[in-house]
């Protein structure tokens, strides 16, 4: 409430200073915090647009820089919120791969990002995921979870030391999740070559 207060005025009563955003990506990232997502989001539409930032002008923000920057054509992809929660959400696997080999070949995020991504059987959200195989610590990947849903998208590192960008996508999944979830563990041991 600054209404009649002259400018340079002002004396703060409390400061605080937030993780940065490379905590925050991580945590988002690894532990699969929706609140973090969505915030992130309205957060990119304020800043780029230099507006309060809402659903709307976040999703345009993310639209227009991903494609600016990755010449990735998202144009059909459909994006409502940060989290991923709504099922309104719509991109392919081949846009989801696209923007994954842009982040892997662009040095100035690829560290960052691909260190963020939860490892299999190591942390995060696939710890407990391909432990028990030879393939713990060679997959670096996002999950997605909802009813009926799941999905695996990031990277596998080769038996001959190549590393591809995958995105699996399972809807109408019917059943226990940890079949389906079993089958996206099975693909990762078959492009990972073991």
């Not at 930032?53 to 144009?75: E, F, M, Y």
């Not at 846009?95 to 960052?112: R, T």
Request: hydrophobic letters at 40%; a positive charge; glycine letters at 8%.
């Amino acid at each position: 409430i600054t209404k009649g207060v002259p400018k340079g005025k002002i004396t703060p009563l409390v400061t605080y200073k937030s993780h940065t955003l490379r905590v925050f990506g991580a945590t988002m990232l690894k532990q699969s915090d929706n609140l973090i997502a969505d915030s992130l989001l309205k957060k990119l539409g304020q800043t780029y647009y230099n507006k309060p930032g809402t659903w709307k002008n976040g999703v345009a923000a993310v639209k227009d820089i991903l494609q600016k920057d990755s010449k990735v054509n998202l144009d059909d992809a459909v994006i409502v919120d940060g989290a991923g929660l709504s099922r309104y959400n719509h991109i392919t696997p081949n846009q989801m791969v696209d923007l994954l080999n842009y982040a892997y070949h662009d040095f100035a995020i690829s560290y960052e990002f691909i260190s963020a991504l939860p490892v299999a059987g190591v942390d995060g959200t696939l710890k407990h995921r391909m432990s028990d195989t030879d393939i713990a610590g060679k997959v670096r990947a996002k999950t997605g979870t909802m009813q009926s849903i799941t999905s695996l998208s990031g990277y596998i590192t080769t038996k001959d030391q190549q590393t591809l960008a995958f995105a699996i996508m399972i809807n109408g999944a019917l059943g226990p999740m940890q079949r389906f979830q079993g089958l996206e563990d099975n693909i990762c041991r078959y492009l990972a070559g073991t």
